[in-house]
Nanobody
Framework: VQLQASGGGLVQDGGSLRLSCAAS????????MAWFRQAPGKEREFVAA????????SYQDSLKGRFTISRDRSKNTAALQMSSLKPEDTAVYYC????????????????????WGQGTLVTVSS
């Protein structure tokens, strides 16, 4: 099973991008899918997560209102819509998945996820 992240690219300050994450290979029914990001020289940080069963979402507080995570259960995918992007949003964005349906307090932890995508680069120019 693999996770494939796509949709990254170069965008201007204030622009928008939509990232997608798809599970491929053997049938993998994820319980929670999340996005993390890692900027150069910084640690990987939580961005957002969504629970497959009920669509419950979690966000990094500073990103609420600009980023929206969604899922398509029929397609086994999740997406991250990013708007009003800023240069400080520049990072490699990783999608991650877990077969478990995590409660809110666990969704932001890197250790909660078993499967990781390869990352997609988002660059926001000023």
């Amino acid at each position: 099973v693999q996770l494939q992240a796509s949709g990254g690219g170069l965008v201007q300050d204030g622009g928008s991008l939509r990232l997608s994450c798809a599970a491929s290979g053997q049938t993998f029914s994820w319980g929670t899918m999340a996005w993390f990001r890692q900027a150069p020289g910084k640690e990987r940080e939580f961005v957002a997560a969504i629970r497959r069963s009920d669509g419950a979402t979690s966000y990094q507080d500073s990103l609420k209102g600009r980023f929206t995570i969604s899922r398509d259960r029929s397609k086994n995918t999740a997406a991250l819509q990013m708007s009003s992007l800023k240069p400080e949003d520049t990072a490699v964005y990783y999608c991650a998945a877990s077969p478990r349906s995590w409660i809110m307090s666990a969704r932001a932890a890197i250790s909660s996820y078993d499967l990781w995508g390869q990352g997609t680069l988002v660059t926001v120019s000023s």
